[in-house]
């Protein structure tokens, strides 16, 4: 299974973007979907993560509450992260996380993106 994010870019302070995460394949089942973001010389931390059964369960990371959603799509096993007012310290690389069961009696494994760079500037 792979997990193909997409969306990252340059924006300017205040502005928004729209980030996607594909999942190629297929698990047994998924427990969560999540974002997460590595700003440089720092820890990887979650930005937002969503119940797989039940899209009204989302959690977010303080700095993320309040401009940012995260959705997903049941038809194309698509997670998405709306991110809105950013600012520089945003600027870091955002991974998608999948935790899933990968076959029926396995582990609960957490399977990640390839990550995408997103940089406030003006």
């Known amino acids: 299974v792979e997990l193909v994010e997409s969306g990252g870019g340059l924006v300017q302070p205040g502005g928004s973007l729209r980030l996607s995460c594909a999942q190629v394949?297929?698990?047994?089942?998924?427990?969560?979907r999540g974002w997460y973001r590595q700003r440089p010389g720092q820890a990887r931390e979650l930005v937002a993560q969503?119940?797989?059964?039940?899209?009204?369960?989302?959690e977010y990371a303080d700095f993320a509450k309040g401009r940012s959603i995260i959705t997903r799509d049941r038809a194309t096993d698509t997670v998405y992260l709306q991110m809105n007012n950013l600012t520089p310290e945003d600027t870091a690389v955002y991974f998608c996380?999948?935790?899933?069961?990968?076959?029926?009696?396995?582990?609960?494994?957490?399977?990640w993106g390839q990550g995408t760079q997103v940089s406030v500037s003006s």
């Open positions: 996380k999948v935790s899933a069961w990968i076959r029926r009696g396995s582990y609960l494994q957490d399977f």
């Open positions: 394949g297929s698990f047994f089942s998924v427990a969560y």
């Open positions: 969503i119940l797989n059964d039940d899209d009204r369960r989302t």
